[in-house]
T-cell receptor, first 117, second 112 residues
């Protein structure tokens, strides 16, 4: 069974540009989560999508947005990039998170490393 | 606000030793607790998940316990091997919000 996949592996952008990161969940999973792992700040929850809807977002500015497509894959967009947006962005997926939130594990992808210069 | 703390931040032990990694959380109203492993520059590998109604879970040489009343979880690694060297993270699931709150991790080094 294929795991969570993310693309691209690495992304280099200039301050002020926009970045788009992509995630494909495990087959059968309907929930997708985005986390940011910035140096020195640990892993921070960004966004949760389930069945095409944004269910929850973490304490991040509106520059961070995303969407979930009908095939449950997801996109994270970061507008007006700032230097401190440089981080490893991790995507995770789980089964039916909106229905039984406690039961299902979140499985993580390999991440996209975003570097803003 | 849920806060998760891991002690120690780093640990170096010789191969073959049994060891314990600690995780504490401030709000006992968690749905579950997960332990992950992260190799340098890589994503997370889920090791064990303990539901809030459970006390412990085991997988091979790993055993994780959960004590909600005291706000603590431990990860026990038996007969450590150099391949166990990685950063170990614990994360508490906040129900409803469906978000994992992570500790800062314990960087483990097993010396041959």
């Amino acid at each position: 069974e294929a795991g969570v996949t993310q693309s691209p592996t690495h992304l280099i952008k200039t301050r002020g540009q926009q970045a788009t990161l992509r995630c494909s969940p495990i087959s059968g999973h309907t929930s997708v989560y985005w986390y940011q792992q910035a140096l020195g700040l640990g892993l921070q929850f960004l966004l949760w999508y389930d069945e095409g809807e944004e269910r929850n977002r973490g304490n991040f500015p509106p520059r961070f947005s995303g969407r979930q497509f009908p095939n449950y894959s997801s996109e994270l967009n970061v507008n007006a990039l700032e230097l401190e947006d440089s981080a490893l962005y991790l995507c995770a997926s789980s089964e039916a998170g909106a229905i039984l939130p406690s039961v299902y594990e979140q499985y993580f992808g390999p991440g996209t490393r975003l570097t803003v210069t | 606000k849920q806060e998760v703390t891991q002690i120690p931040a780093a640990l170096s032990v010789p191969e073959g030793e049994n060891l314990v990694l600690n995780c504490s959380f401030t709000d006992s109203a968690i749905y579950n607790l997960q332990w992950f492993r992260q190799d340098p520059g890589k994503g997370l590998t889920s090791l064990l998940l303990i539901q809030s109604s459970q006390r412990e879970q085991t997988s091979g040489r790993l055993n994780a316990s959960l004590d909600k009343s005291s706000g603590r979880s431990t990860l026990y690694i038996a007969a450590s091997q150099p391949g166990d060297s990685a950063t170990y993270l614990c994360a508490a699931l906040i129900g409803g919000a469906q978000k994992l709150v992570f500790g800062q991790g314990t960087r483990l080094t097993i010396n041959p």
